[in-house]
């Protein structure tokens, strides 16, 4: 009895940065440059003047993560109409697209704001951690209890900060003030007299001459 022939295997479709040089050595017009917005449709447009390059989940997989990009979303913002393969104008980009696109790049810059500021405080966490551990007779397991973390943490805690703390640019300093200590009264420079020959000085008046 023989045995059946294994099923072909399902041909593997290739990754976003293949297809992407794919298409910029076929098209350089449109995908040679910065990202901009392309024609509608644009999919058939290849299939027909590029026959099985691509297969349609390829070309579907490759525009749902280009024009997604924030590039690409920017340059709809901005751009005043959409190309197509040669590079040419091909249509108006529509104010309900432009609005989706602005709008989604106001999501995605208030989303990297508050990451920012929540790095900005877990940074300022770990130095007022690392200053209250090097200034505590407490033990560890004691230390750790008051703070609320875990002691298998602690040490990855102190020595992150102490990272952070070295990387951090030194304070900026006077050009005219000398390093090391603090400014004295002999560095400040003395105050211009301003009295004129002939004036009087102190409310004295001047002498009168013969």
């Known amino acids: ?15 976003f940065a293949e297809s992407a040089a794919r298409l910029k050595a076929l098209f350089p017009a449109l995908f040679g440059g910065e990202p901009r917005p392309v024609k509608l449709k644009i999919q058939a447009d290849i299939q027909q003047q590029a026959p099985g390059q691509f297969t349609k989940q390829a070309l579907s997989a490759f525009f749902r ?13 901005k751009a005043p109409h959409r190309f197509d393969l040669d590079g040419q104008p091909a249509g108006e980009i529509s ?7 602005s709008d989604e790049l106001a999501r995605r810059r208030a989303n990297q704001r508050a990451r920012r500021e929540q790095e900005d405080e877990q940074r300022r966490q770990r ?3 690392l200053r209250a551990f090097e200034g505590s007779t407490l033990t560890r397991a004691n230390f750790c ?13 102190l020595a992150q900060a102490r990272e952070e703390a070295a990387e951090a640019p030194p304070p900026r300093r006077h050009p005219d003030r000398p390093q090391g200590r603090p400014p004295q009264p002999q560095d400040r420079r003395p105050r211009q007299d301003r009295t004129q020959p002939g004036r009087a000085q102190h409310g004295k008046r001047p002498a009168k001459t013969p």
């Open 65 to 77: 993560r280009y024009t997604s990009t924030t590039a690409y979303l920017i340059a709809l913002t």
């Open 1 to 15: 009895m023989s045995t059946p022939p294994a099923p072909a295997a399902a041909p593997v479709e290739p990754s």
């Open 127 to 129: 130095v007022a951690l």
């Open 145 to 157: 209890a008051l703070k609320g973390i875990a002691e298998a943490d602690l040490d990855r805690l």
């Open 95 to 101: 104010e309900e697209h432009r609005k989706i696109a």
